[in-house]
């Protein structure tokens, strides 16, 4: 594409975007319009397709690391961290959107739906710590510790530390398996063991211990054979 057509195209595609929103944009569309603010000077359409072919969606590409986006054609290092910075902003601006207002996590689908974006593009092994009183009403939560729930001694500190100055009733723990598989280790089936004793002698009920990966979670409880790791006495159906 000649510099004046490429040019007139950007115009074009920059005025659409502020007349319509993203209405009606292609996938490989929005990532070209932003690709225009991390490539000034290039046709950034065949780029946003490799993107789209090498992660599979608009999604995958905003999940995906620093590296990952380097290695594909003509991304370059700012563009990379521009992309990077979207998929964080996007992460953030749901935690403040969230944090305003009441949430009650009376279920497992509305845990899963709370907890899952939190660990969007996550690439490390953390544990998520959601305090909730005895309405199931979320109280806080946070990212307790890095690397792996089964560290066992510190994860169980952090987290009984955390529910007592939140006065949480009950808590929901979550961490993610960032090699993409949500099925219980046995690690973390004993982690959970643990975890239910610990918080009972604080008078604190786990509630349930989710495991995410990807764009999917399992939930400890909900699994038949590991329901005997928790309290009967729960307060969620």
Do not use: W
Request: charged share 25%.
């Amino acid at each position: 594409m000649g510099g004046h057509m490429h040019a007139g195209h950007r115009e074009r595609l920059k005025k659409r975007f502020l007349r319509d929103g993203l209405r009606g944009f292609e996938p490989h569309q929005i990532l070209e319009l932003l690709l225009f603010y991390g490539i000034p000077r290039r046709d950034t359409n065949p780029i946003a397709h490799e993107l789209i072919n090498t992660f599979g969606n608009l999604s995958g590409v905003l999940k995906a690391s620093y590296d990952e986006l380097l290695k594909v054609k003509g991304v370059t290092p700012g563009s990379a961290a521009l992309i990077c910075f979207c998929g964080q902003l996007i992460r953030e601006y749901y935690d403040s959107e969230v944090s305003k207002k009441d949430i009650v996590l009376d279920s497992t689908e509305k845990m899963g739906e709370y907890i899952l974006p939190k660990f969007f593009g996550e690439r490390n092994e953390r544990v998520l710590l959601v305090c909730l009183d005895n309405k199931c009403k979320v109280l806080h939560s946070s990212f307790v510790s890095e690397g792996s729930i089964n560290a066992t001694e510190i994860s169980v500190r952090r987290i009984l530390e955390q529910a007592i100055r939140n006065h949480a009733t009950a808590v929901v723990v979550a961490h993610n398996h960032p090699s993409g598989f949500a099925l219980p280790s046995v690690e973390d089936q004993k982690t959970t063991k643990v975890l239910t004793n610990a918080l009972n002698v604080a008078g604190i009920q786990l509630v349930d211990h989710l495991i995410v990966a990807d764009d999917d979670y399992v939930s400890l409880r909900s699994t038949k054979m590991l329901t005997h790791l928790f309290r009967p006495d729960k307060i969620i159906e």
